[in-house]
Each structure stands twice: as C-alpha cells, then as structure tokens.
C-alpha cells in the first residue's frame, strides 16, 4: 500500500516535472482547444470539404494540420478558425454564417489567431502594427502563403518592403547590410510582432544585443570600455540598414565623427591636432581598437 502510494507520488512528480520541462523547452507551442467536432453547431472537416476542395487541398500540408494529424485529425479543423458552420452549411453556403476571414477586420482575424498565438505573441496587441490595422493577415496567409516559410504571403525583405519602400532605399545605399542578398533578415532585428522596445527591435537589457549577438568581437566586457559603446549604443555611430558611408558610418569623415564629442579633448592631445585641420589622420588609423581594448586605455592596441 505504501509501495503504491509512493510510486503514485512518483509518477505524479514525474509528469509534473515532465510538464515543467517541455513548457521550458518549448514554451511557443499553442495550445489547441479541445476537439470542435464533439460540439453543436460543427460540421466537421469532411463536410467542409465537400464544397471547399481548394481550401481543403491547402490544409494537407500546413503546419495547422500537421498538429491535427498528431492527434488522429481531432482537435483541429476548418471551424477552429472559422467559427461553427453548421448553420452555413445548412443554408448551402450563407456567406454571413461563417467567419469570412478574407472580409473580416484586422482585429477580428487577430483575436481569432491570438486565441492559439497569444503565448508566443504576447505583445502584438500593443505593436506598432497592430496600432496602424496591420493584422496578422496582411503578413501571413493560412491558404494561399507565398512563401515555403511560416506562411508568410511573401519572403522577407519583398514581403517588408511592400509598404516600407524607406527602408527598401536604405538598404540600397552602397553600404548596407546585406538583406536584399539574403545574407541577413529583417527579423534577425525587428520582432515584427511587437516588443518591449522601440522599433520592434528584439529586446533585452542589453540594448546593443541585437547586433553583439552576431558581431561578437564588439561585445566585450573589455578592460578598457569605450564608455559611449555602453552608453549611446552602437547607433551612437552606425546606421543600422544602411549608408553612404564605409562600415555604415553616421557620417562621411571619421574624423568629424569622433570630433562630435572629443573636439576638446583632440586639439590638446600628444597627437596636437586640430579637430578643424585638413592635414589629420584618421583618428582611426592609431585608435584601432574602437569599440574596447584589453590592453590600451587609449585603444591604441
Ligand atoms: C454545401 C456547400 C458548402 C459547404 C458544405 C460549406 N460551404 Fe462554405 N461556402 C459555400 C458557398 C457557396 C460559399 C459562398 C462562396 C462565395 O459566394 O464566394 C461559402 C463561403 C464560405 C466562406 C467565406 C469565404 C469568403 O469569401 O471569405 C467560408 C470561410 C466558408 N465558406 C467556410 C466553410 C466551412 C468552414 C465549412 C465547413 C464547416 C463550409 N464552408 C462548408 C458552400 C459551402
Ligand atoms: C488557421 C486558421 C484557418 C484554418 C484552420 C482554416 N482557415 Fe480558411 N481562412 C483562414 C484565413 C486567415 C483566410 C483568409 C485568406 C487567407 O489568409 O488565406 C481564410 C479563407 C478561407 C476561405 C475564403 C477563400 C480563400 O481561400 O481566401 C474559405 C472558403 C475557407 N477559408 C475555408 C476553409 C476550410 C474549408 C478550411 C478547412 C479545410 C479552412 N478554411 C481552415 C483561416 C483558416
Ligand atoms: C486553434 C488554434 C490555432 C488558431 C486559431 C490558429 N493557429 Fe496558427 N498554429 C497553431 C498550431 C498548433 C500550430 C503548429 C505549431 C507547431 O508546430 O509548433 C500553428 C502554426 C502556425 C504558423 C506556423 C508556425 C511554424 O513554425 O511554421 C503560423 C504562421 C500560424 N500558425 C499563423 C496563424 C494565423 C495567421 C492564424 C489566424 C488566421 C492562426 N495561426 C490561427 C494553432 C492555431
Ligand atoms: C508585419 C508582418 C507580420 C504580422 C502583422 C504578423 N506576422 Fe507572424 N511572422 C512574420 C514574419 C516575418 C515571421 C517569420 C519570422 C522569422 O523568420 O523569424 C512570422 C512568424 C510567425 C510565426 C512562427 C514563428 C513564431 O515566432 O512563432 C507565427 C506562429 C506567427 N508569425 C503568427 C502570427 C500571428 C498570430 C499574427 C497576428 C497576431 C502575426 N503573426 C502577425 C510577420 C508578421
Ligand atoms: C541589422 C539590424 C537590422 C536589420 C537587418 C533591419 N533593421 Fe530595421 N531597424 C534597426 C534598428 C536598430 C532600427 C532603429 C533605428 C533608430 O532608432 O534610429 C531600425 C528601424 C526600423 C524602422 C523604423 C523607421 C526607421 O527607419 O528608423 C523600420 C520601419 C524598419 N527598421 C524596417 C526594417 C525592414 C523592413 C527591414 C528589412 C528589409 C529591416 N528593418 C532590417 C535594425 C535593423
Ligand atoms: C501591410 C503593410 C506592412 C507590412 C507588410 C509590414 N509593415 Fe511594418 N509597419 C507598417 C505600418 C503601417 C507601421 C506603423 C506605422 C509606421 O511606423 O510606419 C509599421 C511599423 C513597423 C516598424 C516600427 C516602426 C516604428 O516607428 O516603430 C517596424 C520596425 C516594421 N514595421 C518592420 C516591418 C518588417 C520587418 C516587415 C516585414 C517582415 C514589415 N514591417 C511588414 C506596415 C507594414
Ligand atoms: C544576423 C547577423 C547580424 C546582425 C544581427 C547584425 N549584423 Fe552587422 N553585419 C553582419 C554581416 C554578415 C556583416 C558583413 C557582411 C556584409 O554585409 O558585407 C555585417 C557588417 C556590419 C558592419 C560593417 C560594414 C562594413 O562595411 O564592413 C557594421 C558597422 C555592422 N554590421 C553593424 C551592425 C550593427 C550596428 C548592428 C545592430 C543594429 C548589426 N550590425 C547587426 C551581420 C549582422
Ligand atoms: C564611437 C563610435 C562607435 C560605436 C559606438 C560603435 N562603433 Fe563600430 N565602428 C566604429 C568605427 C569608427 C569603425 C571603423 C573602424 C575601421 O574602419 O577601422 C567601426 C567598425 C565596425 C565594424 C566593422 C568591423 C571592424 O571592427 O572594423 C563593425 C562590425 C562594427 N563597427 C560594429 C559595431 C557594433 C555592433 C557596435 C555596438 C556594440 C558598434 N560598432 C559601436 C565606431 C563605432
Ligand atoms: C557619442 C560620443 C563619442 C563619440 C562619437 C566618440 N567617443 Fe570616444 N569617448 C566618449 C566617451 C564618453 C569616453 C569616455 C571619456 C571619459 O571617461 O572621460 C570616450 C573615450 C575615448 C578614449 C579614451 C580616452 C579617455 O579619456 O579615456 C579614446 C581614445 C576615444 N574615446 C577615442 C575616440 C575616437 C577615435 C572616436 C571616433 C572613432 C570616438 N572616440 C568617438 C564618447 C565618444
Ligand atoms: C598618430 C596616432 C594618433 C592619431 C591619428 C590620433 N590619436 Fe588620439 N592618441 C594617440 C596616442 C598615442 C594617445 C595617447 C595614448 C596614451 O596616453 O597612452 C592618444 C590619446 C587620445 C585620447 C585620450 C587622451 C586625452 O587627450 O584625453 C583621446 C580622447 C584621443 N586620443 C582622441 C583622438 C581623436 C578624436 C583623434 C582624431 C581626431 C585622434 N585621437 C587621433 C594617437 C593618435
């Protein structure tokens, strides 16, 4: 009896902490309400499908169904998105008996896909898309997606630049991150589903995360920090999409970059030059180590 009662408390640990684990290690997985087809008011896939072979046809391979399928096709159906369709299906096809999702508001569709999405996108009500009517439709496309990923109508950047042509001329300058050659996303930055930050820029505590977590060499901690790295941030001196300038510099002369807050400092210095003389050298041609050094407190080295 207690031999029982233990392996039952065991088991009970056990599931629990199984439960713990996979919410760790997986915590994006919607959860899928319970089987729509046991309801009133549901007709079923099959039913559905008798009159909408196309939409059916699409769901054959969509990461929807792939989850429905897992569960022996329950769980997951045409109604699940929706709405029961009895009703419409009764009436032959009344449009205004179902949720036309095509016709639907943005906020309609959202709360529709939030229902399951909301976990893995907590902050999209807030987001500067949701704010401008910019739904989860307008990017993505459960039947007719125009790309292999995510069910995105089309591919980042075509998709992106559809409505922002400003950054589609940023990432043309001469020196721009490479996302027209594919070699760096939008979303590698942006969380196009909102964040805590400006911009939709991946978030963290750590404000320059979002280009150290590639540029590495830049991160530090080093011994001797460029206080302004820290403090400003990378944009302190860099576009982040794209320049006129090499190594996508906020401005032209490296000089006149440093100048902005040294100008007291260079006129004074061993090196004696004048912030406004022609005849400098590039501040950068002694000061190698920009962004931080271990071993120079001038990042001569
Ligand atoms: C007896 C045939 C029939 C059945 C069964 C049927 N529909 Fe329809 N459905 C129609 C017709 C007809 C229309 C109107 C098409 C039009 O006017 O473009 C329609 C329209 C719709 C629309 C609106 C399309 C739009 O313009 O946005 C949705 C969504 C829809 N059906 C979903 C379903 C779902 C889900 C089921 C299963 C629960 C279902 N239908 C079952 C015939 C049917
Ligand atoms: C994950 C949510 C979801 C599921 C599941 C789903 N739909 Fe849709 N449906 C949509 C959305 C969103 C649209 C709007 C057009 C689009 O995004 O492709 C739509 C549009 C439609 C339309 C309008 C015509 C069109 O293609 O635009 C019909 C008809 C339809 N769905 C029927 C169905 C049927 C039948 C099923 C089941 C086989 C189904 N839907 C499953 C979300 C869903
Ligand atoms: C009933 C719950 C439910 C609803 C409603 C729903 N989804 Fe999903 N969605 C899921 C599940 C479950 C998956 C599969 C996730 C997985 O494989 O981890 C999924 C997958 C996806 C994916 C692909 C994710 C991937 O990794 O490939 C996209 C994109 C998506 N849904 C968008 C939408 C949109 C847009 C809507 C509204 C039109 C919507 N979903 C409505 C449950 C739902
Ligand atoms: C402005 C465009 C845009 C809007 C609006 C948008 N998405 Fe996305 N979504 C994307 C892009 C781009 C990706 C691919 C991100 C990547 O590759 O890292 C994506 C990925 C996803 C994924 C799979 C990966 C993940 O992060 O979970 C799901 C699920 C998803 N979106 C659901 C939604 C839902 C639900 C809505 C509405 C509440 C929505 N999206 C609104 C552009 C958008
Ligand atoms: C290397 C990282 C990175 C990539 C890749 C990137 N962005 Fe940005 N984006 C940023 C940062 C950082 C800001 C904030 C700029 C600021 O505060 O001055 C920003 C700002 C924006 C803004 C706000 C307006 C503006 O220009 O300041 C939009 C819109 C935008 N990005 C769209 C895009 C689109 C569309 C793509 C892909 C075609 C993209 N971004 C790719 C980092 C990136
Ligand atoms: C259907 C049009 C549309 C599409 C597609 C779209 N956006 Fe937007 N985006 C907007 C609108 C409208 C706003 C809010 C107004 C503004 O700030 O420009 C916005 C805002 C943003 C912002 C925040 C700008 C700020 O000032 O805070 C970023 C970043 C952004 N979008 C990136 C993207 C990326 C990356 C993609 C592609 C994955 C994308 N957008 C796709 C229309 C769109
Ligand atoms: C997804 C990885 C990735 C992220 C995130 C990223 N970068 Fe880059 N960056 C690259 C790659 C790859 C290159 C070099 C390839 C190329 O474009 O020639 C590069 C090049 C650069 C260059 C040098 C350009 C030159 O002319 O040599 C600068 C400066 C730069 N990035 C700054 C940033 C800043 C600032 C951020 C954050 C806003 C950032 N990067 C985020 C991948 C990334
Ligand atoms: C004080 C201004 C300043 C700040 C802040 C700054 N950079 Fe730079 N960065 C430069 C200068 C100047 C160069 C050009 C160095 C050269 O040409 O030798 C450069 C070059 C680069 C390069 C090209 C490769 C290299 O090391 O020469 C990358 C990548 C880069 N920076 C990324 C970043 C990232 C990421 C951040 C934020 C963590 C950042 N920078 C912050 C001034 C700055
Ligand atoms: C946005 C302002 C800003 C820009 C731009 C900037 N710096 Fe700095 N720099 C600082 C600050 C702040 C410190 C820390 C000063 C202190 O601790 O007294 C610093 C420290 C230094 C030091 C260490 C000397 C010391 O007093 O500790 C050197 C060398 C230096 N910067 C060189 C440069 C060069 C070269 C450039 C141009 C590539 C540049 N800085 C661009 C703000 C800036
Ligand atoms: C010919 C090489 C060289 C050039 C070019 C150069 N520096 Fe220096 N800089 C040095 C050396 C060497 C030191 C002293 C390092 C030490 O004391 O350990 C120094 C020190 C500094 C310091 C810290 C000492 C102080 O005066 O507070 C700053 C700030 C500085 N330089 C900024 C600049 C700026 C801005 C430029 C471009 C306008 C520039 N440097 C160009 C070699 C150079």
């Known amino acids: 009896m207690i031999y029982r009662l233990r392996s039952a408390v065991l088991i009970v640990l056990l599931v629990f902490s199984g ?38 046809k699409s769901m054959e ?13 329950e769980g997951f159906t045409c109604e699940s998105c929706h709405g029961a369709g009895q009703a419409h299906v009764d009436s032959g096809g009344d449009k205004t008996k179902i949720l036309q999702l095509t016709k639907a508001s943005a906020k309609t569709a959202d709360s529709t896909c939030l229902t399951c999405h909301a976990g893995a996108h907590p902050n999209f009500e807030r987001s500067p ?35 922002h042509t400003e950054a ?21 930055c942006h969380d196009t589903h909102g964040t805590f930050g400006n911009n939709n820029i991946k978030s963290t505590a750590d404000q320059n995360a979002v280009c150290t977590k590639c540029h590495t060499e830049t991160r530090g901690p080093f011994v001797f920090e460029h206080a302004t790295v820290k403090g400003e941030g990378c944009l302190g001196c860099h576009s982040p999409h794209g320049s006129q300038n090499a190594r996508l510099l906020n401005v032209p002369n490296v000089n006149q970059l440093c100048n902005q807050c040294h100008s007291p400092v260079s006129a004074g210095t061993v090196h004696g030059m004048n912030s406004g003389s022609a005849a400098v050298q590039p501040c950068i041609s ?14 001569i080295r």
Request: some cysteine; aromatic content about 4%; overall charge positive.
């Open 168 to 188: 589609k001329s940023a990432f043309s300058q001469p020196f721009h991150h490479k996302v027209n050659e594919g070699l760096v996303k939008c979303s590698d």
């Open 19 to 56: 439960q713990l684990l996979l919410a760790q290690a997986k915590p994006a997985r919607p959860a899928v309400p319970s089987p729509a087809n046991s309801h009133v008011g549901f007709a079923g896939d099959d039913t559905c499908a008798m009159c909408h072979a196309t939409q059916a």
């Open 61 to 73: 391979h969509n990461p929807h169904s792939n989850v429905a399928s897992l569960h022996g096709r």
């Open 286 to 299: 002694c000061h190698v180590m920009i962004h931080g050094s271990n071993v120079n407190p001038a990042f």
């Open 129 to 163: 898309h949701a704010k401008a009517g910019v739904g989860c439709t307008s990017c993505h496309s459960v039947h007719s997606a125009g790309s292999e990923h995510q069910l995105l109508k089309a591919d980042q950047p075509v998709l992106c630049y559809s409505c």
